[in-house]
Every structure is written in C-alpha cells, then in structure tokens.
C-alpha cells in the first residue's frame, strides 16, 4: 500500500506561481512514476506531469516550459511547480503514485487560476 497527501494549492492571480507538494509513505520503493493529473468539471482526468524512479521527467505538452515536476528524496515528496499561470489551468490536481500491481491517488488539491 502507498499513501499519498498532496498540499500546496488554492487561489492565485493569472500569471502568478504555485507549488504542489506530495508526500508518498507505504511501500515507496514499489512506486515507479509518481506524478500528477488535473481535472476539470465534465473532463476527463488529464495528465500534468510525471517523474520516474530514475528522474526521468514527462510532461503535457501544454505545461512545457512553465510546470516543472522534482522529487525530495530524503523526504519521499513530489514537488509540481507551477509559474505563469493561466486560468484555463484551473483544476483540482491529484497526485499518483504508480506500482507495477495498481495506481495509488491522493485526495486532491483545488487550484484556482483568477484575477
């Protein structure tokens, strides 16, 4: 089992930063993707970023260049920080964590994009 609290949202300014952080506990070392989806109201769940076991990084390619995914490993945590915001970026974002058995999600974190 894999545990995962997700902090770091709420309102900011178009234009403005925020960053997400992901704490993971259980069985961290059967994680190998630890990442971030967003959804809206009557979209499906979209993903943000990911960073594997090894760093490796992805993103959509609409967050290129302005969210950047890093990883804490002496605390087991997942960072997303998010610049030059836009509020078409509006969403509640939810952290996961991916095993080779099943897909772990935190409860979600509100992000609100307005002036």
């Known amino acids: 089992q894999v545990q995962l609290v997700e902090s770091g949202g709420g309102l900011v300014q178009p234009g403005g930063s925020l960053r997400l952080s992901c704490a993971a506990s259980?069985?961290?070392?059967?994680?190998?993707?630890t990442g971030w989806y967003r959804q809206t109201p009557g979209k499906q769940r979209e993903l943000v970023a990911r960073?594997?076991?090894?760093?490796?990084?992805n993103y959509a390619d609409s967050m290129k260049g302005r969210f950047t995914i890093s990883r804490d490993s002496a605390k087991n945590t997942v960072h997303l920080q998010m610049n030059s915001l836009k509020p078409e970026d509006t969403a509640l974002y939810y952290c996961y964590a991916q095993t080779t058995t099943k897909n772990y999600w935190g409860q979600g974190t509100q992000v609100t994009v307005s002036s």
């Open positions: 259980g069985n961290i070392f059967s994680i190998y993707f």
């Open positions: 960073i594997s076991s090894g760093d490796i990084t």
